[in-house]
């Protein structure tokens, strides 16, 4: 496994960058879709509908390579439900390739968001996880084995919504 979950080369992949500095990636998540757009030119270099359901939070992890956090929500006539676990979904732009490299540990730990949360993936390979609609912040190294669990809940029991947290590296 590579030390970065997501950061896997393919034999002979192009090593050329689709995107450049100024170039905006735009979750669309109602429609679970992602876009590479060139604001200088007004073009989109492209664009993909799922495999995420709906999708949102895109990071790019390096020249070639995106993850975005599917929270894997469908609604088929009887109101919408999260089908398993959420999880996020690496997309390589060399390979055409998509890999969801902390499934396991998204299954065990039931993250089950409907919407919001987010994810940051750890320079040691690991993931910090929110579960934002239940308080939740999660941290695992790169084998899935949670470091540090906390919930956001007041002393008289209430839990309240993270919004958005951030890790900070040295």
């Given amino acids: 496994m590579?030390?970065?979950?997501?950061?896997a080369r393919a034999r002979g992949a192009r090593r050329r960058a689709l995107w450049r500095q100024g170039d905006l990636f735009v979750s669309i998540r109602h429609n679970s879709t992602v876009m590479l757009r060139r604001p200088s030119t007004n073009r989109v270099l492209w664009l993909?509908?799922?495999?995420?359901?709906?999708?949102?939070?895109?990071?790019?992890?390096?020249?070639?390579?995106?993850?975005?956090?599917n929270n894997n929500v469908f609604d088929k006539g009887s109101g919408a439900r999260v089908s398993g676990s959420n999880n996020i979904i690496c997309?390589?732009?060399?390979?055409?390739q998509t890999r969801a490299p902390f499934s396991a540990l998204f299954e065990t730990e039931e993250i089950k968001t409907m919407s919001e949360g987010l994810f940051a993936l750890l320079p040691d390979g690991g993931v910090?996880?929110?579960?934002e609609n239940f308080g939740r912040l999660l941290i695992a190294?790169?084998?899935?084995?949670?470091?540090?669990?906390?919930?956001?809940?007041a002393e008289?029991?209430?839990?309240?919504?993270?919004?958005?947290?951030?890790?900070?590296?040295?």
């Fill in 128 to 131: 910090m996880v929110e579960k």
């Fill in 91 to 96: 997309y390589d732009f060399a390979t055409d």
């Fill in 156 to 170: 008289n029991g209430e839990v309240y919504r993270p919004g958005w947290s951030r890790v900070i590296t040295p």
């Fill in 48 to 69: 993909r509908e799922g495999p995420w359901s709906p999708r949102h939070d895109v990071d790019i992890v390096d020249d070639h390579t995106i993850a975005a956090s």
């Fill in 2 to 7: 590579p030390s970065r979950p997501c950061a």
């Fill in 141 to 153: 190294d790169r084998d899935d084995n949670v470091k540090s669990r906390f919930i956001h809940r």
